[in-house]
């Protein structure tokens, strides 16, 4: 039975890795397997990735597509038939109880409601973002509806990151 510290590779199944350019009796000096003079025999080759010998690589060939803006806003979404089944009628719903609750994970800018699912329970609900449809549905319910502005950083952390930057100092007058 063979046991970790017993393990040894198959015999043939690995050889030295050539040194080259050790001189002429390595087999392998002056140039070094590369041949005499060309692109080929030069350091810093055409050999990087996506190269196809000058014709039109296959990334410039295909076209663009997509579009990911940088300023997207990605919401965590919350369905009406969660909360019917997580809270009990009469809690305030907001993103701290929906996290607590294990319906809000990962990283988001806002919590939006949608209308799966029927909701039954008089809730508060306190979110960024609620479909017509999940409102129209709270509200028959008894309950009622307050969308917090998106806030993506507080006001003062933003002051302070961008204070001063593009205003030039006015210019002293030489003495």
């Known amino acids: 039975m063979s046991i970790l510290t017993n393990l040894k590779r198959p015999e043939g199944s690995w050889h030295r890795k050539k040194r080259v350019g050790r001189g002429q009796g390595s087999g392998l000096g002056k140039t070094a397997g590369r041949g005499g003079k060309g692109q080929k025999a030069r350091s810093g080759n055409m050999r990087f990735e996506g190269f196809e010998g000058g014709q039109s690589p296959l ?39 929906l996290k607590e609750a294990g319906l809000v994970k ?3 800018d806002g919590v939006k409601v949608l209308a799966h699912g029927e909701l039954a329970k008089k809730l508060t609900v306190r979110v960024n ?3 017509a449809a999940a409102r129209e549905n709270i509200e028959k319910a008894g309950g009622s509806v307050e969308e917090l502005p998106l806030v993506a950083h507080k006001p003062e952390s933003a002051a302070k990151a961008h204070a001063g930057k593009g205003v030039k100092a006015p210019r002293q007058p030489r003495t």
């Open 106 to 108: 990962g990283r988001y």
């Open 129 to 131: 973002k609620v479909s």
């Open 59 to 97: 990334q410039r060939r295909l076209p663009k597509f997509g579009f990911n803006p940088p300023n997207r806003t990605t919401y965590a979404v919350v369905n009406l038939g969660d909360l019917e089944h997580v809270f009990d009628a009469g809690a305030t719903v907001d993103e701290a109880a």
